[in-house]
């Protein structure tokens, strides 16, 4: 469950994002609210997450999904630029993302320590 946490974290730090931008600096007030609803929702999943998972691997898959996320909704709604060089990096922050998953030992731990 502690994964799933994190990946509704990371989606909400995706939406809160763009929700900087859209706002223009906080000028727009229901922008601006939901904004601030989705940074709070964003950490009440993350520290539910790292409960059970360790806050490294938590906090760099964390901000990697938020990361490779708000890029590509920059460059696919926002006008953001694209870029082969830009696009390869995403990608390979997104396998970054996978491998930090699949070596995770957290959930290894917590069965061992229900034992």
Known sequence: MAWIYLLLGSLFEIGWAVGLKLSDGFTKPLISVITIIFILVSFLFF???IREIEVGTGYAVFTGIGAAGTAIIGMTFLGDSAN???V???GLLIVGIIGLKLTDGSEQQVEQSEV
């Open 47 to 49: 520290t539910k997450a």
């Open 84 to 86: 082969v060089g830009k």
């Open 88 to 90: 390869f990096f995403i």
